[in-house]
């Protein structure tokens, strides 16, 4: 059974920095992408970045773009979201998802329907 546990949501001032961590267990990790996504209050859950198995290839949100950095570490089965610059509007649950990786990953990344599982959120709230 695959879990996925993010860790490292708080509070923070705006323009602080936060890192968000994503353990999984229960897959083969380095078969697997995986993506941030968050949803604030009152709104839809939207995508915010993702990163092939590989690490190769990252994707991000244009509201993360030069502010957020994904990573992984395939030793430790862990996915991080480095969130630096934050606004008040980042303000958020944020969840981990993970699906497995497909050739065709680059045209549906951003959609959650492709991603089988997920965490169970950590909330980011940035005071402003």
């Known amino acids: 059974q695959v879990e996925l546990v993010e860790s490292g949501g708080g509070l923070v001032q705006a323009g602080g920095s936060l890192r968000l961590s994503c353990a999984a267990s229960?897959?083969?990790?380095?078969?697997?992408?995986m993506a941030w996504f968050r949803q604030a209050p009152g709104t839809q859950r939207q995508f915010v970045a993702a990163i092939t198995s590989s690490g190769t290839n990252k994707y991000y949100a244009d509201s993360a773009k030069g502010r957020f950095t994904i990573s992984r570490d395939n030793a430790k089965d862990t996915t991080f979201l480095q969130m630096d610059s934050l606004k008040f509007e980042d303000t958020a649950v944020y969840y981990c998802?993970?699906?497995?990786?497909?050739?065709?990953?680059?045209?549906?990344?951003?959609?959650?329907?492709?991603?089988?599982?997920w965490g169970q959120g950590t909330l980011v709230t940035v005071s402003s």
């Open positions: 229960g897959q083969t990790f380095n078969k697997y992408a």
């Open positions: 998802a993970t699906g497995r990786q497909t050739p065709d990953f680059y045209s549906y990344y951003r959609r959650e329907g492709p991603y089988e599982h």
